[in-house]
């Protein structure tokens, strides 16, 4: 997908969903369906894409032997192997901007909708726009 179809026109209409804190400070999203997208998406499909962002970001952040071992190799290296590799991080959070990316693409644009990757929100908030209102 190129830049002009991930940027929202600029006076579009924007709901957030919320980061969830109920089990501390991980990065997830409330699941709760938002009234304003009533009648634009089904719950089922904005639980769905929500619960898929949820779980990506809980992969990225669990810790197993393939992270211990990369940060004991960005040790060893003086942390110069970053130069030359993504982190298991770095692939979780682009796996996470690949089916935002697929989602947009097949479901929520058709339906005059966008996501926005939370990435690029600093992982605060999940928002999104809705493409054929706009507040003045």
Request: hydrophobic share 35%; net charge negative; aromatic share 10%.
């Amino acid at each position: 997908m190129d830049d002009m179809n991930r940027i929202p026109p600029p006076h579009c209409t924007k709901v957030f969903v919320q980061r969830d804190y109920t089990d501390g400070t991980i990065v997830r999203f409330s699941t709760k369906f938002l009234p304003e997208l009533e009648g634009k998406i089904e719950k089922s499909q904005f639980e769905h894409a929500v619960t898929q962002i949820n779980n990506i970001y809980l992969e990225a952040e669990s810790l197993n032997s393939r992270t211990y071992c990369e940060s004991c190799m960005a040790c060893l290296t003086a942390y110069l192997s970053y130069l030359c590799m993504d982190t298991y991080y770095e692939k979780c959070i682009k796996k996470g901007s690949r089916f935002i990316e697929e989602q947009n693409n097949t479901i929520w644009v058709p339906k005059g909708l966008m996501l926005i990757d939370p990435a690029e929100r600093g992982l605060r908030i999940l928002e999104i726009c809705i493409l054929n209102e706009s507040t003045r």
